[in-house]
């Protein structure tokens, strides 16, 4: 039987197999793997401040700029805290197969360990890292600061600010965190079953994209959608942001092989040429049917990109992950014009068009195209390659996922509405949440 590999897991074992000492002394704080990390998590965090910021607010009217920054900013403190005080504990303490346990509430026991080694869960299947559990825990923290903050491009223009606090520490705690148990503890029944997610196609993507979607058909349409002119205010400012998000995305996808190494290569090999395909894929698209290449076409191609390539990053070589962009790109295209239209929904900028669909993508092709060399370890020589069972695992993954994120997250919306209102008043919907919401106008 096969062991189960994916994303830091994968990685931390490679590492240990590669260093024949580390066998003999037990596994020691590596200062190079250390180095990475802390880089590659300060890059998730310029993802979302100020990196998502600025690529959702160059997207809203020029009432909504500072309210739509305000979210991402103020999730980035919010769910630290919350994180610490529970997510993480939720996430990855020992648990069983479908949540953690309360063991490491407020980080519990780090104190005692905070210079050591960290290993991740416990018995035969536990996963010894070349890091301390502070980079581990807090490069996981910034993962879960930017899915809640990706959810907001979907209700952008109309939700309460009291609402999005509610709503987005219910989520964290009782969606995200679960999630991330299932994929990447050891004890997940998603990590046991075998499917893939290097970097969070499944527990940051589709899980956002999802909740998006939700959002957005629970909270209803814009006032004056489909018949006002809502372009964007300023898409220099959504350049800037995609750009950001492009950079930061190499600690994203590079950083989840949990250390500085050919795997971390290789992953951001692969990164760079899906975003770089998809963005190509979506403007050629785009140039076809409307005549004209865009500037919101070409950063949300890349994006779409980015999405697409996450799950799939540490598992699949350059040519593979040039087809991954280009179909990301094709499908990004089609979920955030004709998908949006067919089913009638407003999705203000595209969060399940782009995160949802794209995620989806990647998360399935990965079952098709991985190269089972890059996620061999000693227990499993062989690794994990592309075959239709493996697809098929893909497919489980995606749709459980799916179905528990739509389910729990109209749950979540349905409480917070009851708790504190979901949305504002037309008349503050008019005259836009700066003002309304925080007192404050873009001058």
Known sequence: MRMPVRGLATAAAMLLAAAPALAQDGPKIDTGDTAWMLTSTALVLLMTIPGLALFYAGMVRKKNVLATMMQ????????SVVWMVAGYSLAFGEGGAYIGDLSRLFLAGLAENWDKPFTLGSGDGAVAFTIPETVFLTFQMTFAIITPALITGAFADRMKFSAMVVFSILWSLLIYSP???WVWHPNGWIFGLGALDFAGG??????????????????????????????????????????????????????????????????????QVAAAAAALGWLFAEWATKGK?????????????????????GFVLPVPALIIG??????????????KHMCGYDDSLDAFGVHGVCGIVGSLL??????????????????????????????????????????????????????????????????????????????
């Open 72 to 79: 991402s900013f103020s999730l980035a403190a919010i769910i």
């Open 179 to 181: 999630i991330a148990h």
């Open 293 to 313: 290449p865009s500037v919101l076409g070409a950063i949300s191609g890349a994006v779409a990109g980015l999405v697409a390539i996450t799950p799939a990053s």
């Open 366 to 443: 990965v079952g098709v195209f991985a190269f089972g060399p890059l996620s061999a370890t000693s227990a499993a020589p062989e690794g994990i390659s592309g075959s239709f069972d493996q697809f098929l695992l893909q497919l489980y993954a995606t749709v459980a996922v799916f179905v528990f994120t739509a389910i729990g997250t109209f749950i979540l919306l349905k409480v917070t509405d009851v708790v504190v209102g979901l949305r504002v008043a037309e008349e503050e919907e008019r005259e836009g949440l700066d003002v309304t919401q925080h007192g404050e106008r873009l001058a």
């Open 202 to 271: 499944t527990v940051v993507h589709i899980n956002a994209g999802v909740a998006g979607l939700v959002a957005a058909i629970v909270l209803g349409k814009r006032l004056g959608y489909g018949t006002d002119n809502m372009s964007p205010f300023n898409l220099a400012l959504a350049v800037v942001g995609a750009s950001m998000l492009w950079v930061g995305w190499f600690g994203f996808n590079a950083g989840s092989a949990g250390g500085a190494g050919a795997r971390a290569g290789m992953a951001m090999l692969v990164t």
């Open 326 to 339: 280009v179909v990301a790109g094709l499908a990004g295209y089609w979920g955030a014009t004709a998908l």
